[in-house]
Nanobody, 123 residues
């Protein structure tokens, strides 16, 4: 399995920003996406954003559209999630994952996961 290393989590005030990073140990073969999910206490894993590696296509959950931006650095094989205008509802553990190139919103179609990084938005 490809190993993913996440960083960038922390605590930020409402309205603030954070940038998460996820570096892959290698480049997966074929049609795949690098995606971000989050999980709040007592809730299931929620799709946040994805980047389809071959085409650069990006997708976002409605709850984060206009606030979050996913980007990538091909040379570093790294994906980023810039989170602006953070709300208390964004508080969760954020995970990056390598997922199916089409069905990337379904965590069951992801087969490599990062360790998770905590994002806490305080009032």
């Amino acid at each position: 399995q490809v190993q993913l290393v996440e960083s960038g989590g922390g605590t930020v005030q409402t309205g603030g920003s954070l940038r998460l990073s996820c570096a892959a140990s290698g480049r997966p073969f074929g049609n795949y996406a690098m995606a971000w999910f989050r999980q709040a206490p007592g809730k299931g894993r929620e799709f946040v954003a994805a980047n389809t590696w071959a085409s650069g296509h990006t997708a976002y959950a409605d709850s984060v559209k206009g606030r979050f931006t996913i980007s990538r650095d091909n040379a570093k094989n790294t994906v980023y999630l810039l989170m602006n205008s953070l709300k208390s509802e964004d508080t969760a553990v954020y995970y990056c994952a390598i997922c199916h190139g089409v069905y990337y919103t379904n965590p069951e179609r992801c087969n490599s996961w990062g360790q998770g990084t905590q994002v806490t938005v305080s009032s």
